[in-house]
Each structure stands twice: as C-alpha cells, then as structure tokens.
C-alpha cells in the first residue's frame, strides 16, 4: 500500500465519480483514453515515491541555508526536480506546442497530488512554476511567453509570485514597492522597480538556470505619488538574470536577496525576504533598480496576479488535503501493526491474554475514521474544481459563452472552500495521526508531527481563513444577485433528489439531512445580508466559511455514497467490497458527526451577535 495516496480512492474519484475518461470526447484531449491518464499517474506516483519522499526528513532537518553569498540546499533536491522536469511533468497540462502533454487538469493535479503528499517542500518548486507560466499564457505577450515561459516547461527557468510586504502584509492595497517607466522593449513596456517583497517562496536558489519573479508593484502617478488602493498595483515579470534576444541569460538583475525566513514547516521550500532596486551588488556602477516588465495593462495587476492566485489557492487546498492524506495513511498502517492493550468486555483484563492491535480499540478507529472523511472528502472536492476547469475551457473552446459563465461562477464560489476548508479539517487530521501514535507521534523518528507543522502554514498560504470567509460572505454569495450560490444550490438538489431515489433508509437520512442544512445557510446568508451592517454581516465570516464548507463537503459525500451503494452489489471480491463499505461508513461519519455541528453555527450566525465586534481594545 502506498503511504502517500491510495491509488484505489484515486480511481473511484477520477473514473467511478468524475467519469474523467468521458473528457476525451473533447477535441483537445481526444488523443487520450484511460490507459494515457492512467501512464500519467503511474509516473507521477513512481517519480514521486522514489525521488521526493525519501529526502522529506532529510530536506526538513537540513533547511536550505544562506551565508551571504549563495543558498545551499541539499542535492537530493536538485536531482528529484530534474527527473520531474525531464518527465515533461512542468508541462503536463500544457498544449502540444509548449511541449505539453495536453492532459486535463483534472489529470494533472491529480498526479500533482502524489508529490504533494511526497514531499511538499520539494513540489512547491514546480507547484509555483506551473501557476506563473499559467499567469503569463493568459496574460503575457507572445515575446514574453517566449523568453520565459517555454523555458520554464523545459524546467529550465523556475518562477515565484511576489505580492507581500513587510509593512503590507495581506492588505495589497498598502504595498510602497514602485515601478518607473523606463522605454519600450522587444518584452513590452520596461519599468525600474525599487522595494521589498517578503515571504517569496522559491525566491532564491542554485536549482535552475534563472528566476521569473512576477511582481506587483505601482506606477507612480503624474505627481510622482503613488495611486492609493489596489487600483494603483501593476504585474510585472522581474527575472533574477536578464534574458537576451537570443534567449541567453545576460547579466544579474538588481533582486538579491537579503534573508532566508526559518518557519515550523515547508523547510525544504526557499522562503525569501527580497529587496528589488536596492543595491547594486551584482552591477556596481550600473543604474539602480531591477528591470521588470509590464504583464497586461498598467494599474490592472492585480486582477492578472489573481489568474495565479486563485489557481494558487486550489493547490494549497490539495496540498493541505495531501498532507493530511499521507499522516491518515501512516496512521493507518501504524494502528495496524502496533500491538497495545487488550479488547474491551470479558478476559480483557487478563495480563496473560495476548494484545491486541491499535486499529482493534474503539476511539482509535474514531480518530481514523474521523480523518478518512476529512482527507477523502478533501481530495474529492479538489479534484472536483479540477474537473470544472476542464468543462470551464472546453465551454470556452465550443463557443457556449453560458455554459462557460456557469461554470467559472461555480468554480468561483468554492475556490475559498477547496482553500481553507481542507487547511483546517485535514490539520485536523494531522493532530489524529499525531494521537494514534500516542507518544511517539510527538517524535522526529517518525514522520506525522512533520506532516502536521508543514501543514500548520497552509491556513494562512494564500489568504487566511479570515481573508477567505470575508471573500466567500462579502462578494461570492452575493455576486451577480447571488448566481454562484443558486447554482452551487441547485447541484446540491440535485444529488439530493438522487439519493432520495435511491431507496435506501440510509441515503435518505442523508439526504435530509444535506436539504435541512443547505436550506438554513440560504435562510442564515439572506438574515445576514438583511442586517444593514456590513460590519455585522462580516464579523463572523470565518464561522460561516467553517458551516459553508462542512455543508459542501457532505455534498461531495453523499455523492460518492450514492456511487459506493451502487456499485456494492456488483463488488470485484472482497477488497472491492471492503472499500465500497469503508465509503459507506465514511460518509455515515461525516453525517452523523460532522455536520450537526454546522447547525450551532448558523444559529449563532443567525442571531447577529456582536460579541467579537464589540469587544474593545483595552478589554483584552
């Protein structure tokens, strides 16, 4: 069995439920079948399990360090990225021109996931190359998609986004780091940016041939002041070497870094406080300020940067469920295998009787079925957004606009959940694995307290949940009359009226149960926005985020329940049986101890109450 991700679960999500193999009806995957997708999976596990996992400890022990000059990571690093790299996996999802594989993203992020789980301090390399190559094909010019992006599918060049501030933080909106314009160029408008960008992942390293920053930065107005807000921020592409016309690195850019950030996890992932413009160590004498180019119109950067963004915060969300998927794994085998204490009931306190497993105790096999749910319910969801980009471009590519606006309003409103909903619940998981193993969960010598503090960063990568529930409360649920959400309710219904077909006791129960929640966050989101506060509306975001996504993650359960009791009758033996069972009683889990906590929630919700916002300073 693999301690990184059952390919078994993996197949049920891909072909059983998302019935991905039916993409290859679409004429850009129509050289595909199961046999490609499945060749694909079974290089990104191989490459992933033999060349990512085993440094994990290693790349988590042994920290890249700075010493003033130059970063030094161990070289396990190195080689795993090159055989990532010249397995084509940089450009997987990418069109045959690119020297892509043309998969669909569904595909691809399901074989992403397997170096999520390996080692996700090695995969945020390419993770953060993927998303900014993806920025700058829908953004960039076709120089620019040239000079930097071909070389990043090569695995030549790796790339980074640059957004925060020391001074900024989350708020965009208060970043200082200016752009002046400088001339045209063979690479679009050329800017001088001066500044600092703080928490860059990947920002400085020896493990390819150049660095593609993408930067926000303002240009200054007429009056040399700076445009308040975020309508004043720009994108720009800032390499660490200057690329010339021949495609030939010339000389350093100004971009050097000024320190390492040593956080609890992703201690394998360079993480980077840089200054642009500031110094001229690699060009002494040369005029000051690193060389960037503009991507897309000026004072519209940040609606480019949220092409990555957004992308960004689906894979920390898959990152998240991996991390908790890889500590339930290990959980597993452990419980499996570790004789303690005896069976619970008669001659079970005879000291003679022979123990008995972990995986035999009763609260054991709570704690692991408690994270089954989270990390299963986590992955499907995931790749469920995965799927929805798939129908989103091949709408696009059918000219069906309507289709196509559907399905991105949909995307839309569950991109905070797919982020922040597994970045709690699958830590939560880590903290069970962490349990199982009793005390020796708490030591280095095994591998679930790393899974947890590498898991720790993912609530606040990419927004924290705060940030999430303010965009899913404050513009999600109400954007165009509130769209996104009567769609999303509408697929709920849908499954619901399903499952209520289905003639079973126990997906009925679900099932109402599902309606009853569903129609108490419509009624609690509508009593919210009829308060005439927005300060009222939004104190509590983040609870409503919590029951929102505990209310999106029963849906995705009883889908797959509703596939699991069909399918268990016509069962491939005894291990097919038993996985079909193990679905049945995860989704019987999340129902009966999961989602009843989403009714407290939206009747503290309901009720207004100002018990966070009134509360004062000097109070604390």
């Known amino acids: 069995m693999s301690m990184i991700l059952s390919r078994r679960d993996l197949n049920f999500v891909l072909y059983e439920w998302l019935k991905v193999d039916e993409l290859t009806r679409i004429p850009r995957y129509a050289d595909h079948s199961r046999e490609t997708f499945d060749a694909a999976l079974d290089t990104c596990e191989k490459i992933a399990t033999d060349l990512f996992a085993p440094h994990n400890k290693k790349n988590d022990q042994q920290e890249p360090h700075f010493d003033g000059e130059t970063v030094s990571i161990i070289p396990e690093v190195s080689t795993a990225l090159k055989a990532f790299c010249e397995a084509g996996l940089m450009a997987a999802g990418q069109d045959y021109e690119l020297g892509g594989m043309q998969l669909p993203v569904v595909v691809e992020k399901a074989g992403f996931a397997y170096f999520k789980g390996a080692n996700v301090g090695t995969s945020s390399y390419p993770?953060?190359?993927?998303?900014?190559?993806?920025?700058?094909?829908?953004?960039?010019?076709?120089a620019q998609v040239e000079t930097f992006v071909k070389p990043e599918m090569d695995g030549?060049?790796?790339?980074t986004m640059c957004l925060s501030e020391p001074?900024?933080?989350?708020?965009?909106?208060?970043?200082?780091?200016?752009?002046?314009?400088?001339?045209?160029?063979?690479?679009?408008?050329?800017?001088?940016?001066?500044?600092?960008?703080?928490?860059?992942?990947?920002?400085?390293?020896?493990l390819s041939e150049n660095i593609v920053h993408l930067v926000l930065a303002k240009i200054p107005g007429p009056d040399g002041k700076l445009i308040p807000g975020v309508k004043g921020i720009s994108l720009f592409i800032v390499p660490k070497y200057l690329v010339n016309e021949d495609g030939s690195l010339g000389e350093h850019n100004d971009v050097v870094l000024a320190g390492l950030n040593h956080k609890m996890g992703y201690r394998g992932t360079t993480n980077c406080l840089l200054n642009f413009g500031e110094g001229m160590k690699y060009r002494?004498?040369?005029?000051?300020?690193?060389?960037?180019?503009?991507?897309?119109?000026?004072?519209?950067?940040?609606?480019?940067?949220?092409?990555?963004?957004?992308?960004?915060r689906i894979g920390v969300g898959l990152g998240a469920v991996m991390l908790g998927y890889t500590g339930y794994l290990h959980a597993l085998d452990y419980a499996r295998n570790r004789p303690q204490g005896r069976a619970v009931g008669p001659g079970g306190k005879d000291a003679a009787s022979p123990q008995v497993k972990l995986v035999e105790h009763a609260d054991i096999r709570r704690m692991l079925l408690a994270q089954k749910s989270y990390v299963e319910g986590g992955l499907a969801l995931n790749l469920y957004c995965a799927r929805l980009v798939?129908?989103?471009?091949?709408?696009?590519?059918a000219g069906d606009q309507a289709a196509h606006a559907r399905l991105a309003l949909l995307l839309d409103i569950l991109t905070p959940i797919a982020k922040s909903w597994p970045s709690q619940w699958c830590l939560e998981a880590n903290n069970l694995a962490i349990q199982v193993h009793g005390g020796y969960g708490y030591t280095r010598e095994y591998n679930v307290e790393q899974f947890y503090r590498d898991n720790r960063l993912n609530p606040i990568h990419e927004g924290t949940h705060g940030i999430q529930g303010l965009d899913l409360l404050g513009r999600k649920v109400v954007?165009?009359?509130?769209?996104?959400?009567?769609?999303?309710?509408?697929?709920?219904?849908?499954?619901?009226?399903?499952?209520?077909?289905?003639?079973?006791?126990?997906?009925?129960?679900?099932?109402?149960?599902?309606?009853?929640?569903?129609?108490?966050?419509?009624?609690?989101?509508?009593?919210?926005?009829?308060?005439?506060?927005p300060n009222v509306t939004l104190a509590n975001a983040s609870v409503y985020l919590e029951a929102f996504g505990h209310v999106v993650v029963a849906w995705i359960w009883l889908e797959q329940a509703l596939l699991a009791q069909a399918a268990l009758p016509r069962a491939n033996g005894k291990e097919d049986e038993d996985f079909y069972r193990g679905k049945l009683a995860a989704a019987a889990y999340f129902f009966r101890w999961e989602l009843p906590k989403v009714g407290p929630q939206l009747a503290l919700l309901e009720s207004l109450d100002r018990t966070t916002l009134d509360m004062q300073d000097a109070w604390f």
Not at 285 to 312: D, Q, R, S, T
């Open 127 to 142: 993770f953060l190359t993927i998303g900014n190559a993806n920025l700058l094909l829908t953004h960039g010019t076709p």
């Open 284 to 312: 002494p004498g040369g005029k000051a300020g690193a060389i960037g180019y503009l991507v897309g119109e000026p004072h519209k950067g940040l609606a480019c940067m949220f092409h990555m963004m957004n992308e960004a």
């Open 156 to 159: 030549r060049f790796f790339g």
């Open 479 to 533: 954007m165009k009359d509130g769209a996104a959400f009567k769609l999303l309710g509408e697929r709920v219904q849908d499954t619901i009226t399903r499952a209520l077909a289905a003639g079973n006791a126990e997906l009925s129960q679900q099932a109402g149960a599902l309606g009853t929640a569903t129609k108490r966050l419509a009624e609690v989101t509508q009593a919210l926005w009829s308060a005439g506060d």
């Open 167 to 206: 001074q900024a933080g989350s708020s965009l909106s208060d970043i200082t780091t200016r752009a002046e314009y400088e001339g045209e160029s063979p690479l679009g408008a050329q800017y001088r940016l001066r500044g600092n960008k703080m928490w860059i992942s990947a920002g400085e390293h020896e």
């Open 390 to 397: 798939d129908e989103e471009e091949a709408a696009a590519a």
